[in-house]
């Protein structure tokens, strides 16, 4: 089965550095997302991995390793408005030359003072 | 604004009404996606419309029913729901479809509850 593990929630500190895990079991990989939601707004697009390593965005970064079904989202000098949901979905292959999304259920992390 | 909006925002109603939300976007995209958003639980992604033209049904039940005039415009028509199904129904648009590999925008989602 297909299958995307994320801790349920995080708590961190202002300032501070946070890595938000994310493993996945799938049959085949064709590219990675992480996604931010806001309580009761729209997820919004953060970054995207298809290759191995890591990609850098500002305070934000996304590392991929294939081989081991493994990414991380590094957020580097957390503000308070890092307080949201972070969401890690796979792309996978599916069936009639297709392809599927995947989501995890989602890390809720809380940033405090 | 992510430039994909969606009306109503809540809604409430019975196991036997009919309702329907409307979902647009502003980007020229050409794929138009409904997920359903329950708490804890990870989307699921329900329909996929490619040029006006369904690609995806993942095994949604027939009381929902999707309907895309136009690559701006999706709806998801609702008849004798369930009270399983209340949850958050988002829309979300991208550029393409093909390879999925294609940032998807999202709308800000109707909370709907069914009693």
């Known amino acids: 089965g297909q299958n995307i593990d994320q801790p349920t929630e995080m708590t961190a500190t202002e300032g501070a550095i946070v890595q938000i895990n994310c493993t996945y079991q799938t049959s085949g990989f064709n590219g990675l997302f992480w996604y931010q939601q806001h309580a009761g707004e729209a997820p919004t697009f953060l970054s995207y991995?298809?290759l191995d390593g890591l990609e850098e965005k500002g305070r934000f970064s996304s590392f991929l390793s294939r081989s081991k079904g493994y990414s991380y989202l590094l957020l580097k000098e957390l503000q308070m408005k890092d307080s949201a949901s972070y969401l890690c979905?796979?792309?996978?292959?599916?069936?009639?030359?297709?392809?599927?999304?995947?989501w995890g259920a989602g890390t809720k992390l809380i940033i405090k003072p | 604004e992510t430039g994909v909006t969606q009306t109503p925002r809540h809604l409430v109603m019975g196991m036997t009404n009919k309702k329907s939300l409307k979902c647009e976007q502003h980007l020229g995209h050409n794929a138009m996606y409904w997920y359903k958003q329950s708490a804890k639980k990870p989307l699921e992604l329900m329909f996929v419309y490619n040029f006006k033209e369904q690609t995806e049904n993942n095994s949604v039940p027939s009381r929902f029913s999707p309907e895309c005039p136009n690559s701006s415009h999706l709806f998801l028509h609702l008849h004798t729901l369930q009270p399983e199904d209340s949850a958050l129904y988002l829309c979300a648009s991208s550029q393409a479809v093909a390879g999925l590999n294609y940032e998807q925008y999202f709308g800000p989602g109707t909370r709907l509850t069914v009693t």
């Open positions: 979905a796979v792309i996978t292959p599916g069936a009639d030359s297709n392809y599927q999304l995947i």
């Open positions: 991995n298809v």
